[in-house]
């Protein structure tokens, strides 16, 4: 069974704090999208053009990590215009894959429209900054505070509608993209599990079942589950106050009731309900 795996995420389905619930085990160490250009002084995008030096960057990574936070996006990012390197990197028989979607489609969206448009000039270097400098006892007390500021700046930011032409054709695409992907890895051979962002962080969950679908996925990567020294971090993470994007949050929006009638449904989500 492969040591090593693959985060595989799109956009605003709780994998930041799905890697750091992994980091919190101490045989796991997983880097956070090392090919975003802004990351790590774009050490590993910049030396990625082709296939063959994703590979040879691959290589390069494995030798101190065993596991990789990677969101991808349908047009090809962070390999822009790139696709096929995005399932390069998922079509290997030497990682395990976590597959991880959101059920509610719409508050995905929804979620990623925020961040767009609130996205702070300070704070996501200062985030890039604790992901790549701490590590131990004080990482996660440096992304409580990071996630702190962040909800903060939510709570007062004035939002701009939400471009409902955007959403109506994510909507269509998302189910196909996502089914796409799937079949690549099921074709590749690939060994992976689906995970979803509802059962790591419903909020109808207990903490006992958010600790044990994370055991769960332990389970699948070959290794033990969470130890008493490191359940604390873990509580922590899962924690209602690491949630950023609230129904609060949601509210502000001007026109979002219009956008939760239109749109929303039992297929692909609510944004209330």
């Excluded at 796991?28 to 995008?45: A, D």
């Excluded at 096929?84 to 429209?113: A, E, W, Y």
């Amino acid at each position: 069974m492969p040591t090593r795996f693959v985060l595989y995420s799109l956009a605003r389905c709780g994998s930041t704090t799905f890697n750091d619930l992994l980091n919190c085990h101490e045989d796991i160490r997983s880097i956070s999208e090392p090919f975003e250009p802004q990351r790590y002084g774009g050490q590993y995008y910049q030396t990625v053009t082709d296939a063959a030096s994703l590979d040879k960057t691959l290589d390069i990574i494995w030798q101190s990590y065993d596991g990789i936070k990677h969101v991808w996006h349908p047009n090809g990012a962070p390999f822009v215009g790139r696709p096929d390197l995005n399932k390069r990197l998922i079509s290997s028989p030497v990682v395990s894959v976590l597959f991880l979607t959101r059920r509610n489609i719409l508050q995905r969206l929804l979620s990623n429209q925020i961040q767009r448009q609130s996205r702070p000039g300070v704070l996501d270097p200062l985030k890039r900054w604790v992901l790549e400098t701490f590590s131990g006892p004080r990482y996660v007390p440096m992304l409580q505070f990071v996630r702190g500021l962040k909800k903060r700046r939510l709570r007062t930011f004035a939002f701009a509608p939400i471009d409902r032409s955007v959403i109506a054709t994510r909507l269509a695409e998302e189910k196909g993209v996502i089914d796409e992907y799937r079949s690549l890895l099921l074709k590749s051979g690939t060994r992976f599990v689906d995970v979803y962002y509802e059962d790591l962080f419903g909020s109808t969950l207990t903490m006992a079942e958010k600790i044990e679908k994370l055991n769960n996925v332990l389970a699948f990567l070959g290794r033990r589950p969470i130890s008493n020294t490191e359940q604390s971090n873990v509580e922590n993470l899962f924690g209602p106050a690491q949630k950023i994007a609230t129904s609060d949050v949601y509210r502000s929006i001007p026109g979002i009731e219009k956008i939760e009638a239109e749109f929303g449904s039992d297929e692909t989500g609510w944004i209330f309900k």
